[in-house]
């Protein structure tokens, strides 16, 4: 069983930054990839960056410029550092890890529990 614990949503003003962290904890053998992802209200989840145990990312082009994914060492804890934050970036935002728990398993997608963003003036 892998949980991901979320932390560091609020409210912020349009400009300002937030830094979401996310741990991965349970029986996992390794993490191929942690990332974060976010549901606006009515619609559907969109990737926002992820990161590999490679240390490659990828980010929507939306939040280029603007986010950092980075991770520990160990690569059990994903963070993003948000900055110039605009009201288009209001959403639950959900860290994703993706995990192999035995080392003969195949990869699984497990999700936090989501932490809300909110960008208001």
């Known amino acids: 069983q892998v949980q991901l614990v979320e932390s560091g949503g609020g409210l912020v003003q349009p400009g300002g930054s937030l830094r979401l962290s996310c741990e991965a904890s349970?029986?996992?053998?390794?993490?191929?990839?942690m990332g974060w992802y976010r549901q606006a209200p009515g619609k559907q989840r969109d990737l926002v960056a992820t990161?590999?145990?490679?240390?490659?990312?990828n980010y929507a082009d939306s939040v280029k410029g603007r986010f950092i994914i980075s991770t520990n060492n160990a690569m059990n804890t994903v963070y993003l550092r948000m900055n110039s934050l605009k009201f288009e970036d209001t959403a639950v935002y959900y860290c994703?890890?993706?995990?192999?728990?035995?080392?003969?398993?195949?990869?699984?997608?497990?999700w936090g529990q989501g932490t809300q963003v909110t960008v208001s003036s």
């Open positions: 990161i590999t145990s490679d240390g490659i990312t």
């Open positions: 349970g029986s996992i053998f390794s993490i191929a990839a």
């Open positions: 994703n890890a993706r995990v192999k728990v035995t080392i003969t398993s195949r990869l699984y997608d497990y």
